[in-house]
């Protein structure tokens, strides 16, 4: 088929594919230009054509000042623009009506307003897709805001910051991953001070020397911290910092963040409630892209705080929910019951401050359990907890955890056997059906691709030729080594018109490289080195090699020795033609050497395999929808 296809284009075989070699220099130069443009190029289109993350840049970006040297801000602007005018504080960074669509619908930030201060550490809380981690990637760059402004001081290169997954080399080790990022900070020359002091404060002493991907979570979440305050970075930004780290070493990363927020400016998001209560001077809290409050911790416990909790652990049929209130309420009027789970506890909130009254229903409480009535209480303060879920929970409508497990689980069957691999079949059709309906341009080119392909093939092979004519001069230039035991250079000369001949007093045997021997000293290696000396920078230019014998009893006997180069289709026409030459005995008599080429799809000589892969390019089409990966599992 290969050669068949060859055949139809005319290709004349070889020629010139191995004789001339690129000078080294020349070409060395040319793959050194070929690499800078290409990486010029892919840099350029990068800025003006970024792809998930960055910033784009117009296109004639490199024609602008503002692009080389960093635009100036009139410093009495900048200090109006920094000072804020209750405080007086000086703001590091000021976001002011910051906007990020994804989309034409979708809003991850909706007109978000903040300022962070030095020394100071403020912490973002919100819900899953509050836009906590894209307010992160507009600071830093990796997004580019729709609209509004961010301001801040001294640039970006003065940002440090911690990913909410770890980025890390995993064959470098923790020493080599500090002095990497100590190194691309500027930092040549004290990054040995600064991996011990970072490794001190971080408690990765014992471990410098292990390779990153053999860390556990806890311990590649420390490295990340350390690298992200590498330098003399005014600002951090810690995407949850303490995920991942056991209750021990979370409270020793609070003591660190709080003596590491002198002359700095930290932001940082979390999911644990006690830890934004415990480091930050002020909590921002997002929902549905909107800050709702921005206050202090003691502001937002006082403003959004709901009093204190009672909590009893009731006894069963000892008493009931509504007989304990009854004995409570006396004491505490405002008093509500927010939580009540059978025979379990019950929840009271009130509003009212300590005092004798509050105490007197502490004395019916410990009155209660005495006479064995309650197993027990206690009573607690408005947390953070308590005010996160007010704020988000005012915009949201919620159903209690009964209901929605009901309404998940009713009325479900386990199925098994093989009625559970026919759902699952039919649940990986539906998805992959799903996405080519989404993706539907790349599912329409993998059905149109080798049908298109399929098509093109079967149109050019029936416009191929069948018969290809061998030429011995397609080869050249190139030289053939013969020796003759018949005087008659005529018709040795006479096969080729542009090739050279050379005569050797060499037998054929003598050329052949044998397994007795080492390749080395076999005259075929010496006769080919000393070609290659005497012709530097070309391959070599012998194809061919014959030893026409003396005829016995009327048969021509010609040993030929061919390259490895060619396809051995020319020794046969040069020995025809040789042959006919001499039978003939004349030497401008020739005889053409004509190839026939078969094509199978067409007799339908298949053999098992390739009946299977014509199949198979049939039904590729329908493969591309089929969920396969079902039956890897089972």
């Known amino acids: 088929m290969i050669l068949h296809d060859l055949a139809g284009r005319n290709i004349l075989f070889f020629e010139q594919i191995y004789r001339f070699v690129p000078i080294y220099f020349p070409t060395l130069f040319i793959m050194i230009f070929y690499c800078l443009f290409v990486w010029l190029l892919i840099w350029y289109l990068e800025k003006v054509l970024p792809s998930q993350y960055g910033i784009r840049l117009k296109w004639n970006f490199l024609f602008q000042r503002t692009y080389w040297f960093s635009k100036r801000v009139d410093e009495v602007d900048m200090e109006n623009f920094l000072t804020d005018s209750d405080d007086n ?72 910051y911690c990913p909410q997954h770890d980025i890390l080399f995993d064959y470098l080790t923790i020493k080599e991953q500090i002095e990497f990022y100590a190194i691309a900070r500027g930092y040549r020359n004290d990054r040995q001070r600064i991996v011990s002091e970072m490794l001190r404060l971080v408690d990765l002493e014992y ?54 927020k002198q002359n700095r400016t930290l932001l940082l998001t979390t999911h644990f409630m006690e830890e934004s209560d415990a480091l930050s001077d002020r909590i ?99 947390t953070i907890d308590d005010v996160f879920f007010k704020i988000t929970s005012m ?46 341009l790349l599912t329409l080119i993998l059905i149109l691709l080798p049908i298109i392909s399929n098509f093109y093939q079967q149109n050019s092979n029936s416009n191929q030729t069948d018969q290809y004519q061998i030429n011995i001069d397609s080869l050249n230039p190139q030289t053939i080594l013969y020796k003759s035991d018949i005087n008659k250079p005529e018709f040795i000369r006479a096969l080729s018109s542009k090739a050279k001949f050379e005569c050797r007093k060499e037998n054929i045997d003598e050329l052949i490289y044998r397994k007795t021997e080492t390749f080395q000293n076999s005259f075929v290696y010496i006769f080919l080195t000393e070609r290659r000396l005497n012709r530097p920078y070309t391959y070599t230019d012998i194809y061919l090699a014959f030893h026409l ?17 060619i396809l051995n289709y020319e020794t046969i026409s040069l020995a025809s033609n040789l042959v006919y030459k001499l039978i003939r005995n004349d030497s401008n008599a020739s005889i053409q050497t004509t190839i026939k080429y078969e094509d199978l799809t067409k007799t339908g000589e298949y053999n098992v395999m390739q009946l299977l892969q014509t199949a198979l390019n049939r039904l590729s089409c329908l493969f591309q929808i089929i969920p396969l990966t079902l039956f890897s599992h089972m």
């Not at 034409?104 to 836009?131: K, M, Q, R």
């Not at 490295?223 to 056991?246: H, M, Q, V």
């Not at 004491?331 to 379990?344: A, K, R, S, W």
């Not at 919620?398 to 209901?403: F, P």
């Open 89 to 160: 504080k000086r703001s590091i960074v000021r976001v002011k009506n910051l906007v990020k669509k994804f989309g034409i619908d979708t809003i991850a930030i909706d007109d978000v307003s903040f300022d962070l201060y030095e020394n100071e550490i403020t912490c973002l809380l919100g819900p899953n897709g509050s836009g906590k981690t894209t307010i992160f990637n507009c600071l830093i760059g990796i997004y580019q805001q729709t609209s509004g402004t961010i301001f801040i001081e001294n640039q970006r290169n003065s940002i440090g």
């Open 549 to 565: 014998r003396k005829p016995l009893n009327n048969t021509y006997r010609i040993d030929i020795l061919s390259s490895n180069l």
């Open 395 to 440: 915009n949201q409508t919620h159903q209690t955890v009964e209901k929605q497990c009901d309404s998940i689980f009713k009325d479900q069957q386990l199925k098994t056997g093989f009625h559970l691999y026919l759902n699952q079949f039919i649940g990986l059709l539906i998805q992959t059906l799903i996405i080519r309906y989404r993706r539907w």
């Open 207 to 260: 471990a410098k020397d292990n390779l990153c991907r053999n860390l556990s979570g806890g311990m590649k979440r420390r490295l990340s911290l350390a690298c992200a305050f590498i330098g003399e970075n005014k600002i951090i930004l810690l995407d949850e910092p303490s995920s991942g780290l056991d209750p021990s070493n979370r409270r020793l990363l609070w003591d660190w963040l709080r003596t590491m």
């Open 284 to 382: 921002i809290i997002l929902s549905h892209g909107q800050i709702q409050v921005d206050a202090t911790t003691m502001k937002l416990k006082e403003q959004y705080g709901s009093g204190y909790k009672l909590i009893v652990n009731k006894k069963s049929n000892h008493i009931s929910t509504n007989e304990l209130y009854r004995n409570l309420v006396e004491y505490l009027p405002q008093m509500i019951v927010e939580t009540d789970l059978f025979n379990g506890d019950v929840v009271f909130r009130t509003n009212q401050q300590p005092n004798e009254e509050f105490l007197l229903a502490l004395d019916q409480l410990e009155s209660m359990k005495t006479k064995n009535q309650i197993e027990n209480y206690g009573i607690e303060n408005s």
